[in-house]
Each structure stands twice: as structure tokens, then as C-alpha cells.
């Protein structure tokens, strides 16, 4: 005869322990927001690669993507479970807050990867696939269980899983990889030093609490700010690129200019704060504007590519 025990949201039965999540506990394992960034810049690499895909194969394609994207979050997760219990940002989410047991979320993420990169291989092709399984592979192992607690460079290293989603919608099209979409990955490997580490600056705390090397409690702020200041110019220059390579026309490059001269602009507040200044203002609105300059960025450049196709405006300078 069974004995039945509730508490925390938790039953346990014959001390097996079984959650009570509910459907969205386990989408918020999926990391919705940055799962959000992820579909669309996919969606962009598929729109702007030359050649033509079936809309239902288009759309299949970015689910797959955005499962494996959501199944990344889930592994990430499981894996540092134990330092977002600790860290305030991060303390409500499904884990620690007891709602999702650590193995539902491991089994869950490894089920998600599995189906995501076997469909997109299936429907779509193998190329992108692969680089769907590289990406999971990358966030998960690399970055997470590695670099995430080895090196402050965790961010720039890590950051190209993240970049890796507009080369997955390109070669969902092509069958794979070209300069044109190599430019896309570069953009946002090159945004996420100074998006993440702008964060970093007014959580020094948290990050400091868990031992997580973030750049500003390894090397000090002024340290961060000057890297900041200088991702913030590579990544306005890249912005740019597009126009010369004959990705796009003109009139996105004067749209990329003005978003990387406000970016730097942005930045060089972050380099003028004061170092030990606990409002962190600067820091917090360049976060804020680098997400939106990132979505800004992948949007002009799929509304400038329909432009060009329908003969509204011409391509770049090659």
C-alpha cells in the first residue's frame, strides 16, 4: 500500500517524485523570449537566401528551429539549475522553483533535440539539419557545461549559438553556406558581447554570488566598458556589410548606419559610467535598445529584400 505525500507542488508516491507541471511550466523550459529572436532571425536567413521553398516546407523549417532553440533552453536549464535557484533573474523559473523535476527537463530538452534536427532533416534537408544539431550541441555542451563556468570570454565564444539560426534558414533554402550568410552569423556573434555584458554590469551581484567569470567581476568594469565600446563599433560595421556584399540596397544600409551610430551611442553612455555606479542606467538602456536593435536590424533587411524583388529598389554596391 502506497504512501502519498504533497508539498512544494511535488508528489511523491513509493519515493518516486513526480511533478505537477503544467503545460506552461514546461514552455517556459523552452526560454520563449530568446526562442522569440531565434525564429526570426532563422525566419530572415530563409527570406533572404536566393532561390524558392515551398511554404509548408518553409514553415516546418521554422518550427523545427524553433523546437531546437526551445529544446537548448530546456538543457541549459537542467544543466545550471543550481545556480538559478541562487541568482534573483532566474530563481522563478520552472527548476528550481520546484515545479519541473531536473530529469523531466533533461529527458524533455533530449526529446525536443532528437525530433527538431531528425524532421528538419527529413522535410527539409541535411545541411541545415546538421547545423540545427551543431547549434543544440554547441549551447548546451560548449557554452553551458563549459565555457559558462571556465572564462569570462564565455559570452563571445558561446555567442555563436546563438548567431547560428539565420545560416540554419539560409541553408534550409541553398543546402548551405555562403558569404551572405556567413554576414548574417557575424552580425549577431558580433552584437552579443556587448548585449550580455551589459546585463553582466548590473548583475556583477548574482553572477558574482554563483562564480559564473562574467567579464565584469573577472576583469573589473572598466575593462567590460571598453570591450563593449568595441564590440558595439564591430557590430555597427558589420551592420553595413550587407549593402557591400549586394545582399541589400542602399536604403538599408542607411537604416543599418543610423541603428549602429545609436548603438555606439548607447555604448559610449556605458563607457562614461562611473565605475561602482549602482544605478547602472547606461548599462540598462543599452540592453534594453540592443535587443531591439538586433530586431530591427533582420527586419529592414527582409522588408529591403522584398523590396528589391519587387523592383521597388535595387540591390547594393556589387
Same mark, same amino acid.
Not at 305 to 311: M, S, T
Given at each position: 500500500?502506497?504512501?502519498?505525500?504533497?508539498?512544494?507542488?511535488?508528489?511523491?508516491?513509493?519515493?518516486?517524485?513526480?511533478?505537477?507541471?503544467?503545460?506552461?511550466?514546461?514552455?517556459?523550459?523552452?526560454?520563449?523570449?530568446?526562442?522569440?529572436?531565434?525564429?526570426?532571425?532563422?525566419?530572415?536567413?530563409?527570406?533572404?537566401?536566393?532561390?524558392?521553398?515551398?511554404?509548408?516546407?518553409?514553415?516546418?523549417?521554422?518550427?523545427?528551429?524553433?523546437?531546437?532553440?526551445?529544446?537548448?533552453?530546456?538543457?541549459?536549464?537542467?544543466?545550471?539549475?543550481?545556480?538559478?535557484?541562487?541568482?534573483?533573474?532566474?530563481?522563478?523559473?520552472?527548476?528550481?522553483?520546484?515545479?519541473?523535476?531536473?530529469?523531466?527537463?533533461?529527458?524533455?530538452?533530449?526529446?525536443?533535440?532528437?525530433?527538431?534536427?531528425?524532421? *528538419? /532533416? %527529413? =522535410?527539409?534537408? !541535411?545541411?541545415? $539539419? &546538421?547545423? @540545427?544539431?551543431?547549434?543544440?550541441?554547441?549551447?548546451?555542451?560548449?557554452?553551458?557545461?563549459?565555457?559558462?563556468?571556465?572564462?569570462?570570454?564565455?559570452?563571445?565564444?558561446?555567442?555563436?549559438?546563438?548567431?547560428?539560426?539565420?545560416?540554419?534558414?539560409?541553408?534550409?533554402?541553398?543546402?548551405?553556406?555562403?558569404?551572405?550568410?556567413?554576414?548574417?552569423?557575424?552580425?549577431?556573434?558580433?552584437?552579443?558581447?556587448?548585449?550580455?555584458?551589459?546585463?553582466?554590469?548590473?548583475?556583477?551581484?548574482?553572477?558574482?554570488?554563483?562564480?559564473?567569470?562574467?567579464?565584469?567581476?573577472?576583469?573589473?568594469?572598466?575593462?567590460?566598458?571598453?570591450?563593449?565600446?568595441?564590440?558595439?563599433?564591430?557590430?555597427?560595421?558589420?551592420?553595413?556589410?550587407?549593402?557591400?556584399?549586394?545582399?541589400?540596397?542602399?536604403?538599408?544600409?542607411?537604416?543599418?548606419?543610423? *541603428? /549602429? %551610430? =545609436?548603438?555606439? !551611442?548607447?555604448? $559610449? &553612455?556605458? @563607457?562614461?559610467?562611473?565605475?561602482?555606479?549602482?544605478?547602472?542606467?547606461?548599462?540598462?538602456?543599452?540592453?534594453?535598445?540592443?535587443?531591439?536593435?538586433?530586431?530591427?536590424?533582420?527586419?529592414?533587411?527582409?522588408?529591403?529584400?522584398?523590396?528589391?524583388?519587387?523592383?521597388?529598389?535595387?540591390?547594393?554596391?556589387?
Amino acid at each position: 500500500m502506497s504512501v502519498m505525500d504533497h508539498h512544494d507542488g511535488v508528489a511523491t508516491e513509493a519515493g518516486v517524485r513526480l511533478s505537477e507541471a503544467s503545460a506552461g511550466d514546461y514552455f517556459a523550459l523552452l526560454k520563449p523570449r530568446v526562442m522569440s529572436l531565434v525564429v526570426f532571425t532563422a525566419l530572415a536567413g530563409l527570406v533572404l537566401a536566393p532561390g524558392h521553398i515551398n511554404p509548408a516546407i518553409g514553415l516546418i523549417a521554422i518550427l523545427c528551429i524553433a523546437v531546437g532553440a526551445g529544446a537548448s533552453g530546456a538543457l541549459n536549464m537542467w544543466y545550471d539549475a543550481d545556480i538559478d535557484a541562487v541568482m534573483s533573474r532566474t530563481a522563478t523559473r520552472p527548476i528550481p522553483a520546484g515545479k519541473v523535476m531536473p530529469e523531466e527537463a533533461l529527458a524533455f530538452g533530449i526529446t525536443l533535440s532528437a525530433f527538431s534536427v531528425a524532421i *528538419l /532533416g %527529413l =522535410a527539409v534537408n !541535411w545541411i541545415s $539539419a &546538421g547545423l @540545427l544539431a551543431f547549434t543544440i550541441f554547441f549551447y548546451a555542451v560548449v557554452y553551458t557545461m563549459w565555457l559558462k563556468r571556465s572564462t569570462p570570454q564565455n559570452i563571445v565564444i558561446g555567442g555563436a549559438a546563438g548567431a547560428f539560426p539565420p545560416m540554419i534558414g539560409w541553408a534550409c533554402v541553398t543546402g548551405g553556406v555562403s558569404i551572405e550568410s556567413i554576414v548574417l552569423f557575424l552580425i549577431i556573434f558580433l552584437w552579443t558581447p556587448a548585449h550580455f555584458w551589459a546585463l553582466a554590469l548590473f548583475k556583477m551581484r548574482d553572477y558574482g554570488a554563483v562564480g559564473v567569470p562574467m567579464l565584469p567581476n573577472v576583469s573589473g568594469e572598466a575593462t567590460t566598458k571598453r570591450q563593449i565600446a568595441l564590440y558595439a563599433v564591430l557590430t555597427a560595421l558589420t551592420g553595413v556589410v550587407p549593402v557591400v556584399i549586394g545582399l541589400s540596397s542602399v536604403w538599408y544600409g542607411a537604416a543599418s548606419l543610423c *541603428l /549602429g %551610430l =545609436a548603438f555606439v !551611442w548607447y555604448a $559610449a &553612455g556605458v @563607457l562614461r559610467m562611473a565605475d561602482g555606479d549602482e544605478r547602472m542606467l547606461p548599462a540598462k538602456k543599452l540592453f534594453a535598445f540592443s535587443i531591439m536593435y538586433l530586431f530591427v536590424i533582420f527586419l529592414a533587411l527582409m522588408v529591403d529584400h522584398l523590396a528589391i524583388a519587387y523592383g521597388l529598389t535595387q540591390g547594393g554596391l556589387l
